[in-house]
C-alpha cells in the first residue's frame, strides 16, 4: 500500500510516454496540407492566433479551478494539489484517447486544438473530483482520472461526430457529463464507508478568500472557455458577448437570492463562488447562436437563481439524496452546487 | 428593510434586460458597413485583435481592484464581493448609458469596444468604492452605481466628443472623477453618522498579501488599461511603453520614500499596494504622445513621490479633512490614497 | 546608515532616467527601416503580435516568482515586496546593459523585444535573489541587481552572439547563470554572519498556500516563456508544445518521488511548488528542436525526478554543502532547489 501511489504515478507516466512515441508527433506543413483535402483549414498562423485564447483556458483550469477546491480549511492542499496531478495526467491521456477517436487510429498530429481539447477532457475529471473532495486518496483519484476520459471522450465523439449536436461551450459533454459522473463515484465511496471529516468539511476565512482566486478567473476567462472552439468569425463573436452577458446578470439574481435565502439578509460566500459561474455553464451549450443579448442575460439571471436555489434546497433537505439526480435532469447549470451539497448530505446522511 | 436588497438587484437586473432587450443589438457586417462611412472602421478581425486587451482589462477590474479592496481584516469578503456586484451592475448600466450617448438613442450595437467601454465605467464607481469602503451597505452601492455612472458618462461624453480632450488612459474622467465622486459620498455618509468600526479597519498579514494579488495584476496589465483605446500604431506602442516605463520608475521612487517617511527605514505594505500604481494614473492622460522614455519615467517617478507623502500628510493631519480636497486639485495621481484616508480620517474625527 | 537605502534608491532611479534620457528613444518607422537592411524584420505589426507574450513573460516575473518568494512565514512581505523592486530596477538596468551591447553603443530604440529582454535579466537576479531570500538587506539587493545584470548582459552577449549557442528558454544564460550567482552570493554572506532567523526559515498553512499562486501562474505561462523569443513558424511552435509536454510529464514524477521519499507517503508542498517547475527549465535550452513530444516528455519526467531527489537529498545531508556546486554541475533542473537548500544548509550550519 506504501508504495502504491508512487509507481502507479510512474507507471502511468511511462505508459504515456510510450503511446506518444507511438501515436503523436508534430504537426507539419506537409500533414497540416493532407487535412486540408479532408477537413477544416488549420495552419500555423491559426496556432498562435489560437494560443492566447487557450493560455485563458489553461490559467482557467490550472488557477482557477485549482482555487476553486481550495475552500475546505483542511483540504486546501490537497484541493490545489490533487488539481494539478489530475489535470496534468488528464491532459496525457485526453491527447490520446481524442485523438485516437478522431485520426481513426492514425498517427496524431498534436495543435494547438488537441492542447485545449486535452484541457477540457482535464476539466471533467476536475467537476467530478469537486464531488468527492476531501473524501478520496490520490490513487483513487488517478484511476477515476483513466476511466472517466475514456468515457468523456467517447461520449464527446458521439454527441459531436455522430449525432451531430451543437454544444459550442461544452455543457453537456463537460460539466453534465462531469457532474453526474462524481454523483456516481461519490455514491459509490459513500457506500464503501468514508465516514470521517466531519468538522473538516467547512472553510475559514482565508480559505474562502483563496477560493474566491479560483472564482474570479474562472469568471473572467469563461467567454474564452466558451468561445475557444465557436466558428472563427460571427459565431465566436456571438459566443463571447452571449457568456460575459449571461455572466453579468448571472451575478446580481446570485447575489439577490443569496441575502433573500440567508439569515438576516446576509451574503453567502458559497453562494458568491459559485453560482456567479452558472450563467458561463448555463448559456455553453447555445452561445454562439443569435439568442440576442437580452436572451443571454436572462439564461443568466435564471441560472443564477437556479443555483442558489439548489445549494439551500440541496443542503437544508439532504435526506432527499434522490433529489439531486432529478435536479440535474432538469438542468445543468449548478454544476458546482453538486460539490458541497454531495459532502455535507453524505455526512449528514452517515451522523443520523 | 429586510428585502429591500433582494428586490432592488432583482429589479435592477429585469431593468437592465428590458434596456438591453429594447437598445442593444449584435453588430452584424450591416452596421458595422454603415458606421464605416460615419465613423472609424470597426470590423470582426479587429474584436478578436482586441479580445486580448479587452481580457487584461477585465482582469484589472475584478482580480486586480477586487482583492485590492480586500486589505481590510473584517471587510476581505465585502471588498471583493461588493466589487464583484458594483462591476457586474456597472458593465449593463455603462453599456447603455455610453451606448445611448454615443449612437444618439439609436440601437446600440455592441461590440469589443462597448465591452471595455463598460469595463472602464465599472472601474469609475469601484474607486469610488473604495473610498467609503466598510462603510456603506450594498443597498447604498447599488445606488451609487447608478448615479455615478450616469454622471460619469455624460461627462465623458462632454470631455471627449465634445470639448474634444485627450485623455487616452482616462486617467481624469475615470481616476480623478472616481476619486472625487467617492470623497463626495463620504463626506455625505459621514455626516450621517456611520461612527463605528474603528478596530476594523485595519490589515492583518494576510489580508495584506490578498491585497498584493490586486496590487501585482493591476500593476503588470496597466500598459494594456491605458493603451486599450489609444490609435492603431505609433500611439498604442507608446501608450504602451510610457505606462510600463512610468509604473516602472514608480516603483523604486515609491520604496524610497516609503523608506524614508517611515520609522526605522521600513517599508510600508499600504504604500507597496497603492503608491507604486500612482505611475500608471499619472500618465495615464498623455501616454500616447511623444513625452520621451525618461519623460514617463520622470513622471513615475514624481508619482511615487507624491503618492506616498499624499499618504502620510493626510493620515498623520487627519484633522485637516480640507486639505483632501485641494491636494486632489493639484494632482490625479494618488487616487487610491484617498481610500485609507478617508477611512481613518472619518473615524478619527468622529472619537475626537 | 539610516538613508542608505532612500538615498541609493532615489539615486538609482536619477541614474537611469539620466542613461534612459541620454541612449533610449522610441521605435519609428525610420530606424525600423534602417534594422531591416542589417538584422531581422521587425514592425509595428509585430508588436502587438508579440505583446500577449510579454504580458504572459510580465504576469511569471511579477506575479508567478513574487509570490513563490512568499512562502517563509516571516518573510511574505520582504518575498513579494523586494521582488517587485528587484524586478523594476533590473528591467530598467537591463534595457540599458543589453541595448548597449546589442546597438553597440548606439541609441537604443525600444520596442517589445527590449521589453522582454528586460525581463529577462530581471528572472536572472530574482533566481539568485531565491538563494539569499531572508538573509539580505534592500540596500545589498539594489547593489546585486546592479553588478549581476551587467554581467549577465556581458555573458548572454558571449552566448548567443559570439558562441553562437542554442539556448532558446534561456535555461543556461539565466536559470544556471542565476542559480550559481546566488550561491555565490549567499556563500559571501554566509560568512560575514548573517546567523539570526531560524524559526522564521519556516513556512505555515497559508504562506505555501500564497506560493502556489506563484507555482500555478509560473507553470501555465512558461510555454510562452520558453517561446518568446524561438522563431517564428515550426520553431515557436514546437518550443510551445515541448514546453507545455515537458512540464506535464514533470508533475507526475515530481508526485510519485515525492510521496516515495516522504514519510508514509505523503506529498511535501515544497516539492509541489517547485519541482513541477523543473520540467520548463530542463526543457529550455533545446525547446524549439525536434525532439519529439515523447522526448520532452521524458526530459520532463527526469527534471521532476531530480529535482525532488536535489531537495530531499541537498536537505538531509546539508552538511555537504559542497555537494551543492557539483550538483548543479551536473543540470540546471532544479534551478529552485537551491532556494530552500540554501536556507536551511546555511542556519544548520551556524547552528552546528
Known amino acids: 500500500m506504501r508504495f502504491t501511489f508512487p509507481l502507479m504515478a510512474l507507471g502511468l507516466e511511462v505508459g504515456m510516454i510510450v503511446l506518444f512515441g507511438l501515436y503523436v508527433q508534430y504537426e507539419t506543413e506537409q ?24 493560455q485563458d483556458v489553461h ?17 486546501s492542499y490537497s484541493g490545489i494539489g490533487i488539481n494539478l496531478l489530475i489535470a496534468a495526467l488528464g491532459l496525457q491521456w485526453g491527447t490520446i484517447m481524442q485523438g485516437v477517436l478522431d485520426s481513426y487510429g492514425h498517427t496524431i498530429h498534436i495543435g494547438v486544438k488537441n492542447m485545449i481539447n486535452a484541457d477540457f477532457s482535464a476539466v471533467t475529471v476536475l467537476i467530478s473530483f469537486g464531488a468527492v473532495l476531501g473524501r478520496t486518496s490520490p490513487v483513487q483519484m488517478l484511476i477515476m482520472t483513466i476511466i472517466e476520459i475514456a468515457v468523456f471522450a467517447y461520449n464527446e465523439y458521439l454527441v459531436g461526430e455522430i449525432f451531430q449536436a451543437s454544444d459550442t461551450g461544452a455543457s453537456m459533454t463537460i460539466h453534465a457529463f462531469g457532474a453526474y459522473f462524481g454523483l456516481a463515484v461519490a455514491g459509490i465511496l459513500y457506500r464503501s464507508g468514508l465516514r470521517r471529516g466531519h468538522k473538516n468539511e467547512e472553510s475559514v476565512y482565508h480559505s474562502d478568500m483563496f477560493a474566491m482566486i479560483g472564482t474570479l ?8 472557455f466558451n468561445s475557444v472552439f465557436a466558428e472563427a468569425g460571427d459565431k465566436q463573436y456571438r459566443a463571447i458577448v452571449n457568456t460575459y452577458l449571461s455572466l453579468v446578470a448571472c451575478v446580481l439574481t446570485t447575489y439577490a437570492i443569496s441575502s433573500l435565502l440567508e439569515q438576516r439578509g446576509k451574503l453567502n460566500m458559497v453562494h458568491i463562488q459559485n453560482a456567479t459561474l452558472a450563467g458561463g455553464v448555463a448559456v455553453g451549450t447555445c452561445a454562439d447562436m443569435e439568442i440576442q443579448p437580452h436572451g443571454s442575460m436572462i439564461i443568466g439571471s435564471i441560472a443564477g437563481i437556479v443555483s442558489v436555489f439548489g445549494y439551500k434546497f440541496l443542503t437544508d433537505y439532504h435526506e432527499h439524496a434522490g433529489s439531486c439526480t432529478g435536479f440535474f435532469h432538469r438542468n445543468s447549470t449548478c454544476w458546482r452546487s453538486d460539490y458541497r451539497f454531495n459532502s455535507k448530505d453524505t455526512y449528514l446522511g452517515t451522523a443520523i
Open 31 to 54: 500533414n497540416i496540407l493532407q487535412q486540408l483535402n479532408t477537413t477544416k483549414p488549420a495552419d500555423m498562423g491559426r496556432f498562435l492566433e489560437l494560443y492566447p485564447l487557450f
Open 217 to 224: 478567473f474562472l469568471w473572467t476567462f469563461w467567454p474564452s
Open 59 to 75: 490559467v482557467t483550469v490550472f488557477v482557477g479551478i485549482g482555487f476553486l477546491m481550495t475552500f475546505l480549511k483542511k483540504y
